[in-house]
């Protein structure tokens, strides 16, 4: 498995992995292993960061976009996205509102889709 690869499984910013790590490519047991038993490096990574743009998104409850919207491109510590949700700058707020906006109309298409269907198959019973 490729360094990008694991790196983007294992939800962490390959720039600030080990170097032994971003240079060689790792077998599935090996990725496995790193998984199940994570050394120091890969415990600190994931719990101080630097965090890559998924994870900053879904720690901040934006989508990557709104992140682009708003000119973060660079990867964002654990304490950076701590202080951001302490006192948010008015593009998180209204990301944030975004978001919550798209995941209601998702909900309410997909419980539109669930009452169709049930529909659908009433009639496809009777």
Do not use: C
């Amino acid at each position: 498995m490729k360094p990008a690869t694991a790196a983007k499984k294992l939800g962490i910013y390959l720039p600030a992995a080990p170097e032994s790590f971003q240079q060689g490519a790792l077998t599935r047991s090996e990725f496995q292993e790193l998984q199940s038993t994570p050394p120091e490096w890969l415990v600190q990574l994931r719990l101080n960061g630097p965090h890559p743009r998924d994870v900053v998104a879904r720690k901040l409850g934006v989508s990557a976009s709104g992140l682009a919207r708003a000119g973060v491109t660079d990867a964002l510590t654990t304490a950076e996205i701590t202080a951001l949700l302490q006192s948010p700058p008015e593009w998180l707020v209204r990301e944030r509102a975004t978001q919550a906006t798209v995941r209601a109309e998702n909900s309410r298409v997909n419980e539109a889709n669930a009452v169709k269907a049930a529909r659908a198959a009433e009639r496809d019973a009777d």
